[in-house]
């Protein structure tokens, strides 16, 4: 989906197919089966799909690294040093990183075989749906994108867990300060150590892995489609997004603009080279939506440390359908290729997607 809002109808969808393929899984039933990325609907699906297997894989070490960092945790807090208290929280925080750390790794085999099933879809589609001149079997840049999304994928899930360890560590360093204030005993410091733990090592009631997974869906099915440009000698494509109640202001701003097929596949170059977060972020980062000091909502992407404004919403077209709304100061489209702005996703549970501009 474009916004959080959404969230509910994808935690269903997720739920519901994963009870499903739990059952088909029982009786023997292979649950591959083609992805339909033409349609919101099926985005939806794919999305919901994914991250319900995404967050199956992860819920183990997840478990295993709370159980970890509460091993650590739990001792007579009044009878320890500042010294003693540094080091348990440093142990705990190393006890829950070694846990956590099996995360990247055991969703690098689903997110292998999601990426080449993205991959199929999105080639299908370019060939049936905007009937486009190109073979079925995939091409050099289609295995690269196969290979990018994998890896970068499985790069900022090592990024976000490292962050929850961290995250828990901050948290039950102040649990243990207040508790030791208020002159609380071993049990209770353990209590509220235990949901702090909890709180910042697993992932409940937030769409973490929905996220996840549709920017992995998002980023495949885009790269795919423009590979699919590039090999039917198609020179530009245009932004089309679902404008519906849930789409942002970013995905209704960014709607029928046109860039160039050569212009992504040099950013899609420099993104291949990237080997860290911070460096796929400046090469293509998400749109951020802010408040100006004027009180109206900002479309900006912040790169190298500097901000760049692409427009302003003088009307928000959010909660209404077929409404693109209004923007000033706007950039054109040759203007927000140097921004880094060139093909989806576009921030969190963006569904926009790209069409050739023949």
């Excluded at 956590?100 to 997110?111: C, D, H, S, T």
């Excluded at 970068?152 to 990024?159: E, G, N, P, T, Y």
């Excluded at 080279?273 to 009180?295: H, M, Q, S």
Aim: proline residues 3%; contains cysteine; charged residues 30%.
């Amino acid at each position: 989906m474009c916004d959080p809002s959404g969230t509910d109808d994808l935690l269903t969808l997720a739920s519901g197919r994963a009870a499903a393929d739990g059952i088909l899984d029982v009786l023997g039933v292979p649950v591959a089966k083609a992805l339909d990325l033409g349609s919101a609907r099926g985005f939806d699906a794919a999305v919901a799909r994914l991250a319900a297997e995404l967050r199956r894989h992860a819920s183990r070490p997840e478990t295993d690294a709370v159980r970890a960092a509460i091993a650590v945790l739990d001792v007579d807090w009044r009878n320890t040093t500042a010294a003693q208290r540094w080091a348990l929280l440093a142990q705990a925080r190393d006890a829950a990183g070694r846990a956590l750390v099996e995360v990247p790794q055991r969703i690098e085999a689903p997110l292998g075989r999601a990426a080449e099933r993205v991959v199929v879809a999105a080639r299908s589609d370019a060939r049936r749906a905007q009937r486009l001149a190109i073979a079925a079997d995939f091409n050099a840049i289609d295995h690269r994108a196969v290979a990018f999304i994998r890896r970068s994928s499985a790069l900022f899930v090592r990024d976000e867990m490292g962050r929850r360890a961290d995250t828990m560590t901050e948290r039950a360093r102040d649990v243990v300060a207040r508790g030791l204030e208020r002159g609380l005993g071993r049990d209770d410091i353990a209590e509220e150590l235990a949901a702090a733990a909890e709180g910042a090592l697993l992932t409940r009631g937030r769409p973490y892995w929905e996220i996840v997974a549709a920017s992995f869906v998002g980023e495949g099915r885009s790269l795919s489609q423009i590979s699919a440009y590039a090999e039917a000698g198609i020179e530009r494509y245009m932004l089309s997004a679902i404008l519906d109640e849930h789409t942002t202001d970013t995905c209704r701003f960014l709607d029928g603009k046109v860039f160039q097929t050569a212009d992504a596949l040099r950013t899609f170059d420099r993104l291949d080279r990237a080997t860290e977060p911070a460096a796929i972020k400046d090469v293509r980062p998400w749109v951020r939506e802010r408040l100006g000091e004027d009180g109206k909502r900002t479309l900006v992407v912040d790169r190298a440390g500097e901000s760049t404004l692409l427009g302003v919403v003088e009307r928000s077209g959010v909660g209404a359908r077929d409404d693109r709304g209004a923007y000033s100061r706007a950039l054109s489209s040759r203007d927000l290729a140097p921004a880094g702005i060139g093909f989806p996703p576009f921030h969190g549970l963006c569904r926009t997607t790209t069409v050739a501009d023949v």
